[in-house]
């Protein structure tokens, strides 16, 4: 049977009485050599070394047991009991506790080798800590999402059952099911990507190619929804701007903000997206006129699995802009957010990687 890490302890310890019996003998070794030495280049008036021995050892061996216990006092209190505090802050982060912390009672003045090892253990558990918070919330976060569409196709299947009901409403079950199904496979595609990107998994491929088509392209794609939706779409792409970067994973990040701006605006409302060239970047925004966010919402807004409408009453799984986010970042671009409640949204990306115009022609 192996033996649980939390069981788990030292075979020889730095401290023990035998430690102490193997610097006495070390000690005394080391002084007797030292006196012999010292007295053989003397005149010695009391005979020679040999007939002095018994005193010298008597000296040795005095002298050894004080220097010796000088040393484990000195050792026990810088050595020993601050290892002791930082084996059981260990043995309670290997038993899962991550919130144990090392006290520090030093003066940052004098720090030594030991106190960096103390800070460094309570860095170490605070990351542990906030990687075991993050862990808690997706674990209870894809629970959620996936238990509610789940929900949907188990509840409209048992309905579909019965074989009394109308064509319009089997119709209707069979909808609802392949939506909650749509749903469903947008959620593991989206963790799959997120957690590539999290991952370096998906290296940048840099190519050049013009952003003003692009960002086009994907627009077009949105024509049918727009319409659907009643949302006006107002353009203002400065032309030529190229850039050397991914095109596919830049694709992900347009898809991602247009999406979002829709979900977010009502029936009626506006989007905007422009292209810009400031200096030596491509400034991309794209703005809508929906239900906007808090402050504190925006602080959050990139954050996996958050969402700032908490009655989910817009259909999403909070991992749109994180993946941008990532996206952004792996790129090397810059991304933000300006909001006002009740008057609209603006993300702003800002793509350093940009093409010079003598580059272009």
Same mark, same amino acid.
């Given at each position: %049977?192996? /033996?649980?890490? @939390?069981?788990?302890?030292?075979?020889?310890?730095l401290f023990s009485i035998k430690s102490y019996i193997f610097y006495f003998l070390i000690i005394a070794s080391a002084i007797t050599c030292c006196i012999l030495l010292f007295l053989n280049h003397l005149e010695v008036e009391y005979g020679?070394?040999?007939?002095?021995?018994k005193l010298t050892a008597m000296n040795v061996i005095l002298i050894s047991l004080i220097v010796t216990v000088l040393d484990g006092i000195y050792r026990k209190i810088?050595?020993?009991?601050?290892? &002791?505090?930082?084996?059981?802050?260990? =043995? &309670? %982060?290997? /038993?899962?506790?991550?919130?144990?912390?090392?006290? #520090?009672?030093?003066?940052?003045?004098? +720090?030594?080798?030991?106190?960096?090892? +103390?800070?460094?253990?309570n860095r170490i558990a605070e990351e542990l800590s906030s990687v075991e918070t993050l862990r808690t919330d997706f674990v209870s976060n894809v629970s959620h999402e996936i238990k509610t569409p789940l929900s949907v196709i188990q509840n409209y299947a048992a309905l579909l059952q019965d074989t009394d009901i109308p064509d319009e409403n089997k119709r209707e079950y069979a909808g609802a099911i392949v939506d909650a199904c749509r749903r469903l496979t947008g959620l593991i595609t989206n963790i799959l990507k997120l957690n590539k990107l999290e991952n370096q998994q998906i290296f940048p491929e840099a190519r050049e190619f013009d952003l003003n088509t692009q960002l086009s392209e994907c627009m077009i794609r949105l024509d049918d929804v727009l319409e659907r939706m009643d949302l006006d779409l107002e353009t203002d792409l400065e032309e030529r701007v190229k850039v050397k970067s991914d095109e596919e994973l830049l694709e992900l990040v347009w898809n991602n903000l247009l999406s979002n701006a829709i979900k977010f605006t009502q029936p009626g409302g506006k989007i905007k997206v422009s292209l810009k060239r400031e /200096? +030596? @970047?491509a400034v991309i925004k794209i703005s809508d006129t929906?239900?906007?966010?808090?402050?504190?919402?925006?602080?959050?807004i990139f954050e996996k699995f958050y969402q700032g409408d908490s009655s989910?009453? +817009? =259909?999403?799984?909070?991992?749109?802009?994180? #993946?941008?986010?990532?996206?952004?970042?792996?790129?090397?671009?810059?991304?933000?957010?300006?909001?006002k409640l009740g008057e609209g949204t603006t993300f702003t990306v800002r793509l350093k990687n940009i093409l010079a115009e003598a580059q272009q022609h």
């Open positions: %049977m192996k /033996e649980k890490p @939390a069981e788990l302890s030292y075979k020889r310890s020679s070394v040999y007939e002095s021995g810088t050595l020993e009991y601050p290892m &002791k505090r930082i084996l059981k802050a260990s =043995q &309670k %982060m290997i /038993e899962g506790d991550f919130s144990v912390r090392i006290p #520090l009672s030093h003066n940052y003045d004098s +720090t030594n080798e030991l106190d960096v090892l +103390t800070e460094n253990f /200096e +030596t @970047a929906g239900c906007g966010i808090s402050s504190d919402v925006g602080k959050r989910h009453a +817009t =259909q999403g799984n909070g991992l749109g802009l994180a #993946l941008v986010k990532r996206v952004v970042d792996i790129i090397g671009g810059d991304i933000s957010v300006e909001s």
